[in-house]
């Protein structure tokens, strides 16, 4: 990378494994691919390393304000001794820093731009679904192969269905059996949001949007972790984005009304209630026991009897 000596490294995350790297000018943050799923593969970590670069690729082709690729190894030919990844840090500020030091009207301004960043994302379109790799998947998955939810309806359901049968011990005998009864039907209510294939990040969360302030005023200059990045249906990224935004900013701010604005429309609210209702119990507990409060039941109840989106992301 053409760096001097006295480089300060500092630890940001585990599993994956992130460091940031300062110099005198710049920071960067190099990535390696250690979560439980790859096992002991470590070389077969090199196409998470392809697969990242090249949905960033994608999105700048498409006009998109991405992360700055610095470098890249595919082979354990090096003194980490596994593929990895190096970006230049994004300029500006997390979305939800932004938004606590804003003022009202850049509070709308923040998430009008978030929400347009996503809709330009979500239009890129793909003739199947799958990962992300090079131009895009070029044929339909393997049937008999692991396929992630997001790449089609039935995926779903079945995956709805499973986290259900695991949380049944937790709920009552009537909310298991409304559930029961709308994921029964999920496949075919989703269909429609899956076809054709858009890019969808997946694993989304709003503070992986940073935005800074430029001549114009507030831009997007990138989005962080496209580990998971698909041709697939756009419903998982605003359900993950609304998770968390519902979590850290009270339904009395109306957040999603700016969101949505900058998204270009109103997502079907039956739809994406439907999915939220789908995602497993770490999409809600993972921001802490002060964020979405209450128990499996409590939680799945709130969001089951929820007609409106102020009732939805009320937490």
Same mark, same amino acid.
């Given at each position: ?44 970590? @090199? $196409?998470?390393?392809? *697969? ?9 082709? &498409?006009? +998109?304000?991405?992360? /700055? ?123 429609? @949001? $899956?076809?054709?294939? *858009? ?9 992986? &949007?940073? +935005?800074?302030?430029? /001549? ?100």
């Amino acid at each position: 990378m053409g760096l001097n000596a006295g480089i300060e490294v500092t630890q940001v995350t585990q599993h994956n494994h992130v460091w940031k790297l300062m110099d005198r000018q710049d920071v960067y943050f190099l990535k390696v691919y250690t979560k439980s799923w790859y096992g002991d593969d470590v070389a077969g970590t @090199a $196409f998470c390393v392809k *697969h990242e670069q090249d949905a960033y690729t994608c999105l700048a082709a &498409y006009g +998109l304000t991405t992360p /700055e690729v610095v470098l890249t190894e595919f082979g354990m030919d090096n003194p980490l001794g596994r593929p990895f990844m190096v970006t230049r840090k994004l300029e500006g500020e997390p979305l939800r820093t932004c938004l606590t030091m804003a003022n009202p009207a850049q509070f709308q301004t923040l998430l009008e731009k978030t929400g347009d960043y996503m809709r330009r994302m979500h239009a890129i379109p793909f003739a199947f679904p799958g990962y992300i790799v090079d131009d895009g998947p070029t044929a339909p998955p393997d049937e008999n192969s692991w396929q992630h939810p997001s790449w089609s309806a039935k995926k779903t359901q079945q995956g709805a269905l499973a986290t259900l049968e695991a949380d049944r011990p937790r709920l009552s005998v009537e909310l298991a059996a409304q559930l029961h009864k709308l994921f029964s039907n999920m496949s075919e209510a989703l269909a429609e @949001a $899956f076809q054709p294939p *858009h890019f969808v990040q997946v694993n989304c969360h709003a503070n992986q &949007y940073y +935005l800074a302030q430029v /001549e114009a005023g507030w831009s997007v200059t990138g989005c962080l972790d496209m580990e998971v990045a698909s041709a697939g249906c756009y419903l998982y990224d605003l359900a993950g984005f609304s998770i968390e935004m519902a979590a850290f900013f009270p339904a009395s701010t109306r957040w999603w009304q700016s969101f949505f604005r900058g998204y270009g429309r109103e997502p079907d609210f039956n739809l994406l209630k439907l999915l939220m209702l789908s995602f497993h119990e770490i999409a809600f507990k993972i921001y802490g026991e002060t964020r979405w409060i209450g128990t499996r039941q409590e939680i799945l109840s709130r969001l089951l009897a929820a007609s409106n989106w102020y009732e939805l992301f009320t937490t």
